[in-house]
């Protein structure tokens, strides 16, 4: 069975400084790896997937992602973070037919 | 227009009654789904349908019940609430892409739900 970490509830970030949000995976087989983020009252908005090829992976809003194969890890990358970054993201990994996700990291980028 | 609509966006109830949250979408997707969010805890699927006469338990379906009215339309039942229902409800689309892999869901933006 597949299954998704994401070790930081919470991470803080001063505006204009680089930004990592944390995601490990467990998955038998090729993993097809996720990140969304939720804004206040709003839905899961997609960001970025890794199917296959180049383990860095570009998405919206400047945000990327390193796949990491020997650590299982699919960390979420910004070169310079900004306020309106400030929101709740989720990693997930499809298994199957369906999608696993983690916990969710909170992200708060101060002014 | 957003692509994914919920409707009632927030309800409160009491233990016992029964609720039915509904989900549309314009996308013309065939796949819909259904996810409870909890702190903490993350989403976790109740159900899931990909197409009108295909419904499929997920994670956690006890408790609730699914209709697949139409394509755009997909309800979720609680047959009678409980307090540990109380959860933010997410409805999701996606297409069937030529390669399975590379699904991608589209969410509504919730439904507040408390049961008292």
């Known amino acids: 069975a597949q299954s998704v970490a994401q070790p930081e509830d919470q991470v803080n970030v001063a505006e204009g400084n680089p930004l990592t949000v944390k995601c490990t995976y467990s998955v038998s087989g090729n993993p097809y790896l996720f990140w969304y983020v939720q804004y206040p009252n709003r839905g899961l908005q997609f960001l970025l997937k890794y199917i296959t090829g180049d383990n860095l992976v570009k998405g919206s809003y400047g945000f990327e992602a390193e796949f990491n194969k020997s650590q299982t890890s699919f960390h979420l990358k910004k070169p310079s973070a900004l306020v309106s970054d400030s929101a709740l993201y989720f990693c997930a990994v499809k298994g199957g037919q369906n999608f696993v996700f983690g916990p969710g990291t909170r992200l708060s980028v101060l002014p | 227009d957003a692509d994914v609509t919920q409707t009632p966006r927030n309800r409160i109830t009491k233990t016992g009654k029964r609720i039915m949250l509904e989900c549309s979408q314009t996308k013309g997707h065939d796949r819909m789904y259904w996810y409870r969010q909890d702190p903490g805890l993350g989403l976790r699927l109740i159900y899931y349908?990909?197409?009108?006469?295909?419904?499929n338990k997920g994670e956690i379906s006890d408790g609730y019940s699914v209709s697949r009215q139409a394509q755009a339309k997909f309800s979720l039942s609680l047959e009678s609430a409980i307090p540990n229902q109380t959860a933010l409800y997410f409805c999701a689309t996606s297409d069937l892409p030529s390669d399975v892999r590379t699904d991608t869901q589209y969410f509504g933006p919730g439904t507040r739900l408390t049961v008292l």
């Open positions: 349908s990909f197409d009108v006469k295909d419904i």
